[in-house]
């Protein structure tokens, strides 16, 4: 069945670090594919999303691109802030949702 | 934007009670969910809805029940609370089709203590 799996957390970063969270996916089919963010004591915000192979997702200053060969969705962002400091899932949706166990960000000044 | 209301943020509820967990959302959505968010757990779908008055078991359904009597309203029950459904609950909604990526959208959560 469908599934996705994104690296263990915690990752810490010092502020304007490049930041780098693995996601791959396996799935039937031609799934669409989110990442989403959690704040501290808040639900899930959809950060970005991609919708077919090569797509690239933004918004930000966070990018993500659909590799259909590596089945990957690896979010990226280059410069990141104290702001930044949150819990990332990654997500896909087939006929259903599946999501990432998330991954735990705290960036120090 | 589309919104997803829980009608708490924090509850606090006694072993034994039946609790009602209330979420809606304003955008006509077919879809709505539940999940619980618990440490290292990550999400776990608990009841999901495609329609008014339809339901599917996900992946944790026991001590749990829903309510869908309008496409906007979503209820969870717990019948008789324990302290293992001590969690974060997240409610969310989305359109019934696949086409275009669209996704869920997430209520802020109710964080449900059961003494």
């Known amino acids: 069945g469908d599934s996705v799996t994104q690296m263990e957390g915690p990752v810490t970063l010092s502020e304007e670090a490049f930041l780098t969270i693995n996601c791959t996916y396996t799935?039937?089919?031609?799934?669409?594919l989110f990442w989403y963010v959690q704040y501290p004591g808040e639900g899930l915000q959809l950060l970005l999303k991609a919708t077919k192979a090569d797509d690239k997702g933004s918004n930000k200053g966070f990018e993500a691109t659909y590799r259909k060969e590596t089945t990957s969705f690896h979010l990226e962002k280059g410069s990141v802030q104290v702001s930044d400091s949150a819990v990332y899932f990654c997500a896909l949706r087939g006929n259903q949702f599946y999501f990432g166990t998330g991954t735990s960000l705290t960036v120090i000044p | 934007d589309v919104k997803v209301t829980q009608s708490s943020r924090y509850l606090v509820k006694r072993t034994g009670e039946k609790v009602f967990l209330e979420c809606v959302q304003d955008?006509?959505?077919?879809?709505m969910f539940w999940y619980r968010q618990d440490p290292g757990l990550g999400l776990r779908l608990i009841y999901f809805?495609?329609?008014?008055?339809?339901?599917e078991k996900g992946d944790i359904p026991e001590g749990y029940s829903v309510s869908r009597e309008k496409k906007e309203r979503f209820s969870l029950i717990l019948e008789s609370a324990s302290t293992n459904q001590t969690s974060m609950y997240l409610c969310a909604s989305s359109l019934l089709g696949t086409g275009g990526g669209q996704p869920q959208h997430f209520g802020d959560g109710t964080r449900l203590s059961i003494l």
């Open positions: 799935a039937t089919g031609y799934p669409s």
């Open positions: 809805s495609y329609d008014v008055k339809m339901k």
């Open positions: 955008m006509d959505h077919e879809n």
